[in-house]
């Protein structure tokens, strides 16, 4: 059901009914390595090319996710992913190889979230079964494309973030247990003339906070109504930037109800500047940490926003600003 403008409620809150992980060996040494499924001991991971390894990721989340939830693919209605590599190259050649329908979507880091959003939109009106969907990125095949050859050895600012080598799928499902998705916000493209393309989350943070305004006043929801409200990657910038545009607008959230995938990824000694990002962060640690507490019933009701920086390659050299945008979903333990 539509809420307002760019919102939906979820009549029949699709389940989450099938998760899985997988990460590089950075990741691995990281803060939540003990909630992953997989970890891979290099980044090509037994393939040619980064690229290649990128797909790879993508393969073994999607196959983890289908042996959890112990159906085969077939019975699978529809695939829904993305990633941040040129035309989605890794998430199309993978899914060359599930045999069901698919829908490439890509909104930069926010595609994970955006995803899932039109996946429980799916599922709730009966026009799937099942949803197989996520997210991935890989740190040297973002790296080559968006800045430098890691070889190249190019120093970076404080500002600057690390792009998370790692995949998160999970199974919308209309039956089954596990947590349930209930609400979603879809995020409007914001440009505030940001041209740093090493300031991604001092560039996000204006579509983040635009987001939590709008899924609060359209669901009429409050700060109080969740347990933790995470956003995707904004980093150490981009998160004090977001707190400060919400309390210009009388929203205050607590620290202890606010995380940051970007920031809760790795452990503090791995120097990852400003913090993780990446199509592949907000995925892996929703569908790790996560949904691992809300299966716990350790927390009962989330906010997720997952931000993306709309730039390319080509969109820097021509000296264009940065469009970001930033997608939520509410999701709920069992136990409500």
């Not at 990721?57 to 042996?67: G, K, R, Y």
């Not at 247990?177 to 204006?206: C, E, H, S, W, Y």
């Not at 109504?225 to 956003?231: G, K």
């Not at 977001?242 to 929203?251: E, G, N, W």
Request: aromatic share 6%; net charge negative.
């Amino acid at each position: 059901m539509k809420i307002g403008k760019q919102s939906w409620s979820f009549q029949q809150k699709p389940v989450i009914s099938s998760s899985a992980t997988v990460t590089g060996p950075f990741e691995g040494k990281g803060a939540i390595a003990n909630k992953i499924d997989l970890i891979h001991k290099d980044l090509y991971m037994g393939q040619p090319s980064f690229e290649q390894a990128h797909q790879q990721l993508i393969e073994d989340a999607c196959q983890l996710t289908v042996q959890k939830a112990s159906i085969r693919y077939q019975e699978i209605d529809l695939f829904i992913s993305g990633d941040l590599i040129n035309q989605m190259t890794p998430t199309n050649f993978a899914a060359r190889h599930h045999h069901i329908p698919f829908i490439g979507v890509t909104n930069a880091c926010a595609t994970s979230i955006g995803a899932l959003a039109l996946s429980a939109l799916i599922v709730d009106s009966g026009n799937a079964q099942h949803i197989l969907t996520g997210a991935a990125s890989h740190y040297a095949a973002v790296e080559k494309q968006f800045r430098y050859p890691t070889e190249y050895g190019s120093q970076k600012p404080p500002t600057a973030q690390w792009t998370v080598t790692g995949a998160g799928f999970g199974l919308v499902s209309q039956t089954g247990k596990g947590p349930r998705v209930t609400k979603a916000t879809i995020g409007r493209v914001i440009d505030l003339n940001q041209t740093d393309p090493f300031n991604m989350g001092g560039a996000m943070a204006p579509a983040a906070a635009d987001t939590i305004l709008t899924h609060l006043e359209e669901h009429q929801a409050s700060v109080d109504d969740y347990d933790l409200i995470v956003t995707g990657d904004l980093g150490e910038i981009g998160q004090s930037t977001t707190i400060d545009l919400l309390k210009s607008h009388q929203v205050d959230i607590p620290k202890k109800k606010w995380i940051d995938c970007g920031l809760s990824i790795y452990k503090a000694d791995q120097n990852v500047f400003a913090g993780g990002s990446g199509a592949g962060c907000s995925s892996l640690y929703l569908y790790s940490q996560l949904l691992d507490a809300l299966n716990k019933q350790e927390l009962n009701r989330i906010l997720v926003i997952a931000t993306g920086a709309l730039l390319s390659p080509l969109s820097t050299l021509q000296k264009q600003s940065i469009p970001v945008i930033a997608h939520a979903v509410t999701i709920e333990s069992e136990a409500i």
